[in-house]
């Protein structure tokens, strides 16, 4: 039995994948009035997530995925590098 793409809300899922030219793969999934969009680097493979409004242009919130993956990344790489994490406080 193939599987339903409609929750028991009645809302309808959709899943769009796109190849951006630095090598980022975006997966936007639409439910109801909300869009996920997942960044991943396709040299690391190292993965991000927003969620926004699916009202929004598709490419407003590329452009918001890839930026927070740029942040994440760098911070990533800073830590790696050899700064020190400050970490967590209790």
């Known amino acids: ?7 028991k809300s ?3 899922l959709h899943a769009d994948a796109v190849l951006h030219p ?3 793969i975006f997966e936007m ?3 109801g009035n909300a869009m996920k969009v ?7 493979g190292f993965e991000v997530c927003i969620v926004g409004s699916a009202k929004e242009s598709k490419a407003e919130l590329q ?3 890839l930026a ?3 942040f994440v990344m760098a911070k990533k ?7 020190p994490d400050r970490g967590f406080y209790a």
Do not use: E, W, Y
Request: charged share 20%.
């Open 1 to 7: 039995m193939p599987p339903n793409d409609t929750h």
């Open 10 to 12: 009645g809302s309808s």
């Open 68 to 70: 927070k993956l740029d």
């Open 22 to 24: 630095d090598g980022v």
């Open 77 to 83: 790489n800073k830590t790696a590098i050899g700064t």
């Open 38 to 44: 997942s960044a991943i680097d396709g040299a690391s």
């Open 63 to 65: 452009r918001v995925a």
């Open 29 to 31: 999934i639409a439910a």
